[in-house]
């Protein structure tokens, strides 16, 4: 495994979910923020199937509130709009979605080009996750580089990833934080029975000491 990216100017991290932006590439992000690169956030899905069947938070609540989670997370690294952009596309369904190339084309093709592109990984077990990689790699290339993230199974090998980010302790302690400020899915919701919630175990992986990347073919 490399120890780092090479060098990149602007760059653009894709999330499928909001949240995936910070468990995927927080430090990788920070590090590139310390050295003067610009930094663009694409957040896809409304994140607001997390939790079904909950009364207390239904779809609409849920969906602003992982929202504001993203724009408070990503202020730990000085980020906000218009450098944060939110397709709000249906969190679960975005397989199914006929919308989801041509959005994830212009939100690409319609911005300064960037050097990198940080997306999902097409053997992610995530159909959402997958869905977005699959859209990504049919987005005409302008020059950059392309990698991919792992998130789903926790448990996957990631010994194949070609380049890493290792935290520091500082860094890492920062991240932990960051990742469990996403309140929604760290136990804040209570009464949707099938509803996700981050355990030690997601923290572990979500949040360990090396972030690592693939170079998307």
Known sequence: MRPRLPPAHRVLVVAPHPDDEAIAAWGL???LRTRGADVEV?????????HPGSLSWPRLRLAAARRRETLRAMRTLGLAPPA???LELADG???DDRSLD???????LHRRAPDLIVGPEITD???????VARAIAGVQRRGERRVTYHVWPVQAARGARRYGMVLKHASL??????VRSYRSQAGLITDSPTGFTMTHRHLKAFAGPAERFAVAR
């Open 29 to 31: 992000m920070r590090s």
């Open 42 to 50: 694409l957040v896809v899905s409304d994140g607001g199937a997390s």
């Open 84 to 86: 944060i952009t939110f």
């Open 93 to 95: 369904a975005l397989g």
């Open 102 to 108: 041509r959005r994830i084309s212009r939100a690409i």
């Open 125 to 131: 077990a995530h159909s959402d996750h997958r869905a």
């Open 173 to 178: 302690a920062m991240k932990r934080r960051v």
